[in-house]
């Protein structure tokens, strides 16, 4: 499903609700993590939280022209690839430090 959106009360950028509704097992999975999370914070989860994990809900503002929704689902799932790898590179690779004083070879 595609809705188009306005962002933001003064600027209303246009923009697209993206929904797709996930398979029943992932949604247990999902809500099953939840539960758990809020058990371990001493809450409960909402019904309506427990409601939307069962959607894969993305926010775009590029044209449907450009992007459609299955493109979106597949740059959403590489864009988590890459931040992952990102993340792995930072902590394990540390490339985010240097050992170098001098600006012009950190630059």
């Given at each position: 499903?595609e ?7 003064q600027a209303?950028l ?12 992932v949604?247990?999975?999902?809500r099953?993590r939840?539960?758990?999370?809020a058990?371990?914070?001493g809450?409960e989860?909402?019904?309506?939280v427990l409601y939307?994990v069962g ?8 044209p449907?022209r ?5 493109e979106?689902?597949?740059v959403l799932?590489v864009r988590?690839?890459?931040e ?5 590179w930072?902590?394990d690779g ?6 170098s ?7």
């Amino acid at each position: 499903m595609e809705l188009g959106v306005l962002l933001g009360r003064q600027a209303g950028l246009p923009a697209r609700l993206l929904l797709q509704r996930i398979s029943q097992e992932v949604a247990e999975q999902r809500r099953q993590r939840i539960r758990q999370e809020a058990q371990d914070h001493g809450r409960e989860p909402s019904e309506e939280v427990l409601y939307l994990v069962g959607w894969t809900i993305v926010v775009r503002n590029v044209p449907r022209r450009r992007l459609s929704l299955e493109e979106s689902l597949v740059v959403l799932t590489v864009r988590w690839q890459i931040e992952r790898l990102f993340r792995l590179w930072k902590e394990d690779g540390q490339i985010d430090e240097w050992r170098s004083k001098k600006r012009w070879r950190i630059v």
